[in-house]
């Protein structure tokens, strides 16, 4: 992979697990401070400002027993930047301002999370561990547990967090990985220079506090925890020893238990309409103990059920016992592990060194790359002894679910979930231990999709970067490009299916989403076996029409092709999933509402501009009525009349398309649709207006905290090949970005989630801003936004020096500048290029050359023209969405258009044209 950008990553071997018992939270709290200025670099914003004007970005997560630091960014800044992030481990500040702000930050952080049912379950999940362990910590934390309680104690955070750096920080817990275009002497020079003053403490590791502490109570449990959403999962845990890596056991068994084909655990609960989806997994695997999961999504009628399923699953552990301890199997996972390791694409070079860094202290060196990937040794008795444990292991049951709710009369301290837990029979568990299994019930069969041949067909000439038009006519347009530049036996396939009806019309859209719904869900156990062999296919929806994805190794493409098309050809929806996958949607849809308030802004941000789109609330009204005859008729017409637009991209040369061409022939028959006929999107055209439009609603989650406020600026529609100018809007969005977020989120820590980016629906530019906040009224937020952009203008923009600003545009050019990393994200891009008709295959490259012409004035001009307050076409669009600390009362203090029904500004807007490029004709 060629690297004009470089990365840096920083693991230290301690995470929520050394908090203070007075202080949970400690831990993520110091991975906040760091970024806040440091003896050397002072000022609080000095790192991500560095960062920002060189076209890269840096963050953290706090993880159990690990914080990891990483950043990005231009090549030749990566030098500077490295020693600015080294000082983050040899001199911060953490200054008694800073720490008293960013404690609000961490707050707004905990915050958005109340009402995320994932972080609710975790956090009860821990609230059932020893409080002798450090399981049952508070990881997060928030102001209460940071800032209230101590202070209540007469504890000085600052003086702990002082502490706690001083007593966890130390080399010997620290892993750093750098990725970069340099020589392995010349990084080697870079870290001894900028690293070597970390001190030593030769602390041991944190893990050793705890081994051998119990992390849960001996007794089996269920738990019944009520969520936020309209969900049902059955969790089954158990706790383990640690799992040696070498012999990837966990893996192995969550393979046969987590097996979705013919004969499977899944098969058998979806015929009996009890379940939907099957997860297994090792969800913590720590130096002392793990946690291993079944996890099931639950249908109303498995609700019901949830204890006959727990036997189902102990029959089919004694199933692996008795017939699954087989090493062919075992070796045929071990050969895919091989062969996705051997021919993996590249990984992006931030995700690269950040995993490496946390893998460093688990593995020796020669396995810091494959560890976690590969088999190594098969082991019996490891394995019969983990099958044993399970079998003898005390059982954790969790039943989420809204039924029997009342009956929930606990309440956890951090989030406010409601649950009730008690103690199983040690009989009945005892009886469940004993289960025969089903005998619809077996062990997976041997994998007919495993590739046999993985050569690399002999490259195309150099310089061929744009697919070919290999057909074009009533039915079908074929485009296709041979891969030059990775070199892997894989190939993605790209279709769009149109159709005219499928979003002809609210209900039609929900009778093709149950169809698509439905077909997915026909073919998880025939594709199954596919996806554990480096394919995988996804059938989702697209605009005009349905859309097939299919993607990994060519020898067995066209034989998924094949069978998915057949099945999409030839489908019949089954009249028992059709209730099972008509409750799934209808739930979705309720729960679209409780997703987090920034969210519902941008989803009615698109809604507002888009053309054809439906709102959700429309598919709400139609989802009840409709019948299963009417699904089965809707079905056939939607496949009558169409068009097939195809790419194929990767390991394929022009017979292996025509050969994917032939199997949609065979096995599809339709009537072409007129090119007239088919769906195009459209934008609307804001209306030049200083306040612009404002539309606000009420979070429909009662609970719900956070507020949240989209500002969006529309800059206007560009031709497909007007670089320029989405350079200039790419450049001032790259200006912006970082003064923002230090202003809204740092200085006036307006909440945790403070965005800014350039936007493009279409052909139509623009910049939107989005701040959701626990503490501040969407009104005030606004207003902050509308005060920070007449600073940025008058004390950043207008007077930034010319070596500033050529910083942030050579930071653009070096991203535009850098060759995809992976087939699929090429294949992503030409895909997009042909969706939108544009055709510009060099696009990245043209924009690179654009950026040369981009001046200071440019810059300037795009902001006094749309962004200014007195801009002669500022064109606004804001949407406020109100938790419930800022409940909609009266007027707002504003003179922006209030928007009372969404449905009829919309129709009082004019659209935009679309704008298309004939460059595919030309090409042909």
């Given at each position: 992979m060629e690297l004009h950008n470089a990365s840096a990553s920083m693991n230290v071997a301690v995470g929520s697990y050394s908090d203070p018992v007075d202080l949970p939270g400690l831990a993520h709290f110091c991975?906040?401070?760091?970024?806040?200025?440091?003896?050397?670099?002072?000022?609080?914003?000095?790192?991500?400002?560095?960062?920002?004007?060189?076209?890269?970005?840096?963050?953290?997560?706090?993880?159990?027993?690990?914080?990891?630091?990483?950043?990005?960014?231009?090549?030749?800044?990566?030098?500077?930047?490295?020693?600015?992030f080294a000082q983050f481990f040899i001199s911060p500040l953490f200054t008694q301002s800073a720490t008293?702000?960013?404690?609000?930050?961490?707050?707004?952080?905990?915050?958005?999370?109340?009402?995320?049912?994932?972080?609710?379950?975790?956090?009860?999940?821990?609230?059932?561990?020893?409080?002798?362990?450090?399981?049952?910590?508070?990881?997060?934390?928030?102001?209460?547990?940071?800032?209230?309680?101590?202070?209540?104690?007469?504890?000085?955070?600052?003086?702990?967090?002082?502490?706690?750096?001083?007593?966890?920080?130390?080399?010997?817990?620290?892993?750093?990985?750098?990725?970069?275009?340099?020589?392995?002497?010349?990084?080697?020079?870079?870290?001894?220079?900028?690293?070597?003053?970390?001190?030593?403490?030769?602390?041991?590791?944190?893990?050793?506090?705890?081994?051998?502490?119990?992390?849960?109570?001996?007794?089996?449990?269920?738990?019944?925890?009520?969520?936020?959403?309209?969900?049902?999962?059955?969790?089954?845990?158990?706790?383990?020893?640690?799992?040696?890596?070498?012999?990837?056991?966990?893996?192995?068994?969550?393979?046969?238990?987590?097996?979705?084909?013919?004969?499977?655990?899944?098969?058998?609960?979806?015929?009996?309409?009890?379940?939907?989806?099957?997860?297994?997994?090792?969800?913590?695997?720590?130096?002392?103990?793990?946690?291993?999961?079944?996890?099931?999504?639950?249908?109303?009628?498995?609700?019901?059920?949830?204890?006959?399923?727990?036997?189902?699953?102990?029959?089919?552990?004694?199933?692996?016992?008795t017939h699954g301890v087989n090493r062919n199997l075992w070796e045929e996972c071990k050969i895919m592990a091989e062969v996705a390791f051997d021919y993996r694409?590249?990984?992006?070079?931030?995700?690269?060194?950040?995993?490496?860094?946390?893998?460093?202290?688990?593995?020796?060196?020669?396995?810091?790359?494959?560890?976690?990937?590969?088999?190594?040794?098969?082991?019996?008795?490891?394995?019969?002894?983990?099958?044993?444990?399970?079998?003898?292991?005390?059982?954790?049951?969790?039943?989420?679910?809204?039924?029997?709710?009342?009956?929930?009369?606990?309440?956890?301290?951090?989030?406010?979930?409601?649950?009730?837990?008690?103690?199983?029979?040690?009989?009945?568990?005892?009886?469940?231990?004993?289960?025969?299994?089903?005998?619809?019930?077996?062990?997976?069969?041997?994998?007919?999709?495993?590739?046999?041949?993985?050569?690399?067909?002999?490259?195309?000439?150099?310089?061929?970067?744009?697919?070919?038009?290999?057909?074009?006519?009533?039915?079908?347009?074929?485009?296709?490009?041979?891969?030059?530049?990775?070199?892997?036996?894989?190939?993605?396939?790209?279709?769009?299916?149109?159709?005219?009806?499928?979003?002809?019309?609210?209900?039609?859209?929900?009778?093709?989403?149950?169809?698509?719904?439905?077909?997915?869900?026909?073919?998880?156990?025939?594709?199954?076996?596919?996806?554990?062999?480096?394919?995988?296919?996804?059938?989702?929806?697209?605009?005009?029409?349905?859309?097939?994805?299919?993607?990994?190794?060519?020898?067995?493409?066209?034989?998924?092709?094949?069978?998915?098309?057949?099945?999409?050809?030839?489908?019949?929806?089954?009249?028992?999933?059709?209730?099972?996958?008509?409750?799934?949607?209808?739930?979705?849809?309720?729960?679209?509402?409780?997703?987090?308030?920034?969210?519902l802004a941008m989803y009615t941000l698109g809604y507002l501009l888009e053309h054809p789109r439906w709102h959700i609330d429309a598919y709400k009204q139609e989802i009840s009525q409709i019948s299963f005859p009417e699904l089965e008729e809707s079905i056939v017409r939607m496949r009558s009349e169409l068009f097939v637009e195809m790419l194929a991209h990767g390991n394929i040369d022009a017979e292996g398309v025509d050969g994917m061409v032939s199997v949609f022939e065979q096995k599809l028959k339709f009537r072409p649709i007129r090119r007239a006929e088919r769906l195009r999107q459209v934008i609307s055209e804001l209306q030049v207006s200083p306040e612009g439009s404002l539309y606000r609603t009420t979070a429909s989650n009662p609970d719900e905290s956070n507020s949240a406020v989209l500002v969006y600026f529309e800059f206007g529609p560009i031709s497909p090949r007007n670089f320029h100018a989405a350079c200039v809007a790419g450049v001032l969005a790259q200006m912006i970005r970082e003064p923002c977020s230090n202003q809204l989120r740092t200085v006036e820590q307006l909440g945790y989630m403070v965005h800014s980016s350039m936007t493009k629906y279409n052909n139509v530019i623009g910049l939107q801003f989005i701040v959701q906040s626990p503490s501040s009224s969407p009104q005030t937020v606004n207003d902050r936004i509308e005060a920070f952009l007449r600073t940025f203008e008058e004390s950043v923009l207008e007077p930034m020096p010319p070596e500033q600003f050529k910083k942030y545009v050579e930071g653009l050019r070096t991203f535009k500048s850098e060759k995809d990393g992976q087939l699929s994200i090429l294949t992503g891009r030409i895909w997009t290029e042909i969706l939108n008709d544009t055709f510009v295959y060099d696009r990245k490259q043209e924009e690179e050359k654009a950026l040369e012409q981009v001046t200071h004035e440019n810059v300037v001009d795009l902001f006094r023209r749309c962004l200014s307050r007195k801009a002669g076409e500022r064109r606004k669009l804001s949407v406020h969405v109100h938790g419930n600390q800022h409940p909609v009362e009266g007027e707002p203090e504003t003179t922006a258009t209030l928007i009372a029904d969404l449905d009829l500004f919309k129709s009082k807007l004019h659209l935009h044209p679309r704008i298309v490029s004939e460059d595919h004709i030309r090409a042909s």
């Open positions: 991975e906040h401070m760091l970024f806040l200025g440091t003896e050397k670099y002072p000022a609080e914003d000095s790192y991500k400002r560095f960062l920002r004007e060189n076209g890269g970005y840096g963050n953290a997560y706090t993880v159990m027993e690990d914080t990891n630091y990483y950043f990005w960014v231009a090549a030749g800044a990566f030098p500077e930047a490295l020693d600015r008293e702000r960013e404690i609000n930050a961490v707050d707004s952080e905990h915050h958005m999370n109340l009402q995320s049912d994932l972080q609710r379950a975790f956090r009860l999940h821990g609230s059932f561990a020893s409080h002798d362990h450090p399981f049952s910590k508070f990881g997060p934390g928030n102001k209460t547990s940071l800032w209230d309680n101590p202070r209540e104690k007469r504890i000085s955070v600052r003086d702990e967090l002082l502490r706690f750096y001083k007593n966890n920080y130390s080399s010997n817990l620290m892993s750093l990985v750098l990725v970069a275009p340099e020589r392995l002497d010349s990084l080697e020079k870079l870290v001894r220079s900028n690293f070597a003053d970390i001190e030593n403490k030769s602390i041991p590791p944190r893990s050793e506090q705890y081994e051998g502490i119990p992390i849960f109570d001996a007794r089996s449990m269920l738990v019944h925890i009520v969520p936020v959403k309209e969900t049902r999962e059955l969790l089954m845990r158990w706790v383990l020893p640690p799992f040696d890596y070498r012999f990837k056991t966990d893996q192995f068994i969550a393979h046969l238990i987590g097996h979705k084909g013919k004969g499977s655990l899944l098969s058998l609960l979806i015929a009996r309409h009890w379940a939907n989806e099957l997860l297994v997994r090792t969800s913590v695997n720590l130096d002392h103990l793990s946690l291993f999961d079944v996890s099931i999504e639950l249908s109303q009628e498995g609700e019901n059920h949830y204890l006959e399923i727990v036997q189902l699953v102990y029959g089919y552990l004694n199933l692996i016992k694409e590249k990984e992006d070079r931030t995700a690269l060194g950040a995993r490496l860094a946390e893998t460093m202290r688990k593995y020796p060196a020669e396995h810091y790359l494959c560890g976690p990937l590969l088999h190594f040794e098969f082991d019996e008795d490891i394995l019969v002894e983990t099958l044993e444990s399970l079998n003898a292991s005390p059982l954790y049951v969790f039943l989420t679910s809204k039924r029997g709710e009342e009956e929930c009369d606990s309440v956890e301290e951090w989030y406010g979930t409601s649950y009730s837990a008690k103690n199983l029979e040690e009989e009945q568990v005892e009886e469940w231990r004993r289960s025969s299994w089903d005998e619809s019930l077996s062990i997976p069969r041997p994998n007919e999709f495993i590739p046999a041949d993985l050569s690399v067909l002999e490259a195309p000439k150099p310089g061929t970067k744009s697919p070919e038009l290999l057909r074009d006519d009533e039915s079908y347009r074929i485009h296709h490009l041979m891969d030059s530049q990775f070199r892997l036996p894989k190939t993605n396939l790209m279709v769009i299916i149109e159709s005219p009806c499928v979003y002809s019309s609210p209900r039609m859209f929900v009778l093709s989403s149950l169809f698509i719904s439905m077909l997915n869900d026909s073919l998880k156990e025939s594709t199954y076996d596919s996806r554990i062999a480096g394919l995988r296919h996804v059938i989702t929806h697209a605009t005009g029409g349905i859309l097939l994805m299919f993607e990994g190794f060519s020898d067995r493409l066209e034989k998924l092709v094949s069978l998915v098309v057949e099945r999409f050809a030839l489908f019949k929806p089954d009249m028992g999933r059709f209730e099972v996958m008509r409750e799934s949607l209808k739930e979705q849809y309720d729960n679209f509402y409780k997703e987090q308030p920034y969210q």
